[in-house]
């Protein structure tokens, strides 16, 4: 009786309670997982569409799709599918980066498992770590509604790209309410970031367990940490930026509009300074997530611990004074160019230390071709690819040539629809065992791994060149001579959409086996403290602290 | 093929499968044609202006091939990795966890291949930022959705005129598909073209691919590029940055040709364009 008294205690809500007002780090973790398979897979199926739009030249889909999702007008549907492709453009980024790879990276991989690596009961504010998350969800259904209200005059949502340049953004371009949805959307979700972020840097820095000094954290936690660090010094910037727009939507404010002496650059600028660091924030916990990876199924330390730590320092320091580089074509002078051209190409060099690690850590290795490995070394491949055309890129002068094309559009959807996806996905099939309980088909994981490898590269790679040819992004319609490769870019998606059943279906399949996986399914390799746990985790973990004595990398 | 259908929501990425072989095939067998997209084509269109052929050079001679040995550099690795240091080969993993040395070189190795890229780098940039005297200047203003044109009047011009995409119905053989305008713009071949761009509403960009050329329209600013087309030809360019609806639907078409047609023609649109199209004068007055 005296254990039930104890258990009782603590609170365990159960059902609707248990999720809905949660303040236990796992629970809050696993709906942000939920949220963000959520939002990936809408923002997957906005993807489709424009993929199917683009397989062959000329306006196909859109048209219907806008009569059908919108009401449009049959006499006006052309140019609502062409305002609807434009929409779709931009609720795809939006998801993907503030409802698909932040929820997932750092809210639920980032809940889950930085208190417990870090020897810890619980985040530092669980009350705070419940807003965060209902903020976001808040969000996601503002960002939903603009796709159905006024935009552009006479169209419906807003269509002008997740960087909501203004004009086109402002009064001049679409002076309905649908972007004022956006901006309140985008305030929500960066105040639950903001909140999340704060958290994690407290819990951080305040609950470590005896002995885990911050150089003994796992990579994952300083990944999380330097990423909270960019959120918590960017997301104002962008509070600010977007509110400078409302009020120029509304009360008549000229911040961006030059006819009353205010500049559209301005807008640029403060975009970028949060926007460029917000890629970072997105990747950053990939990077950990993989050093974990590596280093287990390799069955070693991960090589050069604190030259990998510090390169993610110095990717979140320099990767938050180089955001004019998104801007080279709208007119700055020579030496802003020179600046932002030398400064992101030293990027590449805490990049490269990242990836000559990994691969470090792997030689001399015993390596098991586990399935999160599989994902890992995936990961590794394809962010290099996603890393050179970055250092093309970075040269304004070649810039030129690439600059809102589709070179653009495979860079960074090598760095980020393949990196942080990747990431992604490695970190799932790693932790899976350890939420849920349960394990996995490997040979489901590995068929995931393969069709989703084959998809991106089959869609992404002859993006490359589409944009080496000159064709703008963004576009609904393209000439004629652009119509082989975005026809095989298209063809890819076939291998994309397989990957993501069988990824359902992994996930169907291990809930009906219930083949339990053990504290630890890793073996030797796994040395953080969440395979010193049961798996599932107790609700309440680490009830005596854990004591770090040796290296527990 | 390529019919504009608007009921056919189904037609299916299946369909693209089957399509691929055929349509590569017939991709290959057209040949390139400058200052217009290639079908199929893999690479940097054919440049005809030296910040373009600087361009070209740049990211075929310097990039391409340090970018290319650096992605199959590491995807060696990782084969050599995953086959040398698999389970079954090496089942007792080693210690190794630092080799300082090695970190100083794979710091120091990527640094030196970025100074070797920013030199020509830096070079082309400058190139391209800073204007050369020019003999002719054009203004661009972007315009939701086609380009206006103007020529100034101390050098012969005097007149304006829009540039808007031919309809798919009016198209004539040898016209492209949704690069085909009504209104080219001429310039002389051979001379530094100055051009001054802006917009009067949204942000466009006015961008050629076979000059090397992109530059924003921008409200409120007026930011100036240049070219010298060394080749007569017609060079097809688009809007590059979101704009609305219709951001794929305005074209730019620029005709290099001779001096000598040069003034002809500028003579004849002073006629062709006086009064013609008041849009354009008040666009042009308001800034």
Known sequence: MASSTMAGAHDHPRGLRRFLFSTNHKDIGTLYIILGSIGGVIGFLLSLGMRLELAYPGVQIFPGLAELLQGADPSMALDAGKNLYNVFITVHGVLMIFFMAMPILIGGFGNWFVPIMIGAPDMAFPRLNNISFWLLVSSLVLAVISMFVEGAPGMKGFGGGWTFYPPLSSNTGSPGPAMDFVILALHLAGASSILGAINFITTIFNMRAPGMTLHKMPLFVWSILVTAFLLLLVLPVLAGCVTMLLTDRNFGTMFYDPAGGGDPLLFQHLLWFFGHPEVYIVILPGFGIISQIVSTFSKKPVFGYLGMAYAMVSIGVLGSIVWAHHMYTVGMSLNAQRYFTLATMVIAVPTGIKIFSWIATMWGGSISFRAPMVWAIGFIFVFTMGGITGVVLANASADKQFHEGYYVVAHFHYTLSLGAVFALYAGFYYWFPKMTGYMYSETLAKANFWLLFIGVNVVFFPQHFLGLGGMPRRYIDYPDAYALWNLVSSSGMIFVTLSLVVWFYAIIEAFMKKRLAGANPWGVGATTLEWTLSSPPPFHQFQVLPRITGASR | ?287
Not at chain 2, 24 to 29: H, I, N, S, T, V
Not at chain 2, 45 to 52: A, D, F, H, K, S
Not at chain 2, 186 to 202: F, G, Q, R, Y
Request: glycine content about 8%.
């Open chain 2, 1 to 287: 093929m390529f019919n504009v259908n608007r009921q056919m929501l189904t037609r299916g990425a299946l369909a693209a499968a089957v399509a691929i072989p055929a349509t590569m095939f017939a991709g290959f067998a057209l040949a390139q044609v400058e200052g217009q997209p290639t079908p199929g084509g893999l690479g940097l269109p054919n440049m005809v202006t030296p910040v373009g052929l600087g361009t070209q050079q740049f990211y075929n001679m310097v990039l391409m091939p340090i970018i290319s040995f650096i992605a199959l550099f590491v995807l060696g690795l990782l084969v050599y990795v995953s086959y040398r240091f698999n389970e079954q080969k090496n089942p007792i993993p080693s210690k190794l966890t630092h080799n300082t040395p090695l970190e100083i070189v794979w710091t120091l190795i990527p640094v030196l291949i970025l100074l070797f890229i920013s030199v020509p780098s830096l070079r082309l940039l400058a190139e391209q930022v800073e204007v050369p005297e020019a003999s002719v200047t054009i203004k661009v203003t972007g315009n939701q959705w086609y380009w206006s044109y103007k020529y100034p009047e101390d050098q012969g011009g005097g007149f304006g005129f829009d540039q808007m995409l031919k309809p798919e119905s009016e198209l004539q053989p040898g016209d492209l598909r949704l690069l085909s305008v009504d209104n080219e713009a001429l310039v002389p071949v051979n001379e530094v073209i100055a051009v001054h761009v802006t917009s009067n509403d949204v942000i466009h960009a006015f961008g050629v691919p076979s000059f090397g050329v992109r530059m924003d329209a921008i409200p409120g600013r007026l930011n100036q590029t240049w070219f010298k087309i060394e080749k007569e030809g017609v060079y097809y360019g688009q809007c590059f940055f979101i704009c609305g609806k219709d951001h794929a639907y305005m074209p730019i078409v620029i005709r290099a040709v001779s001096r000598e047609k040069y003034n002809e023609w500028l003579a004849q649109a002073k006629q062709k364009f006086a009064g013609a199209d008041s849009r354009v004068r008040v666009a042009a007055e308001s800034h």
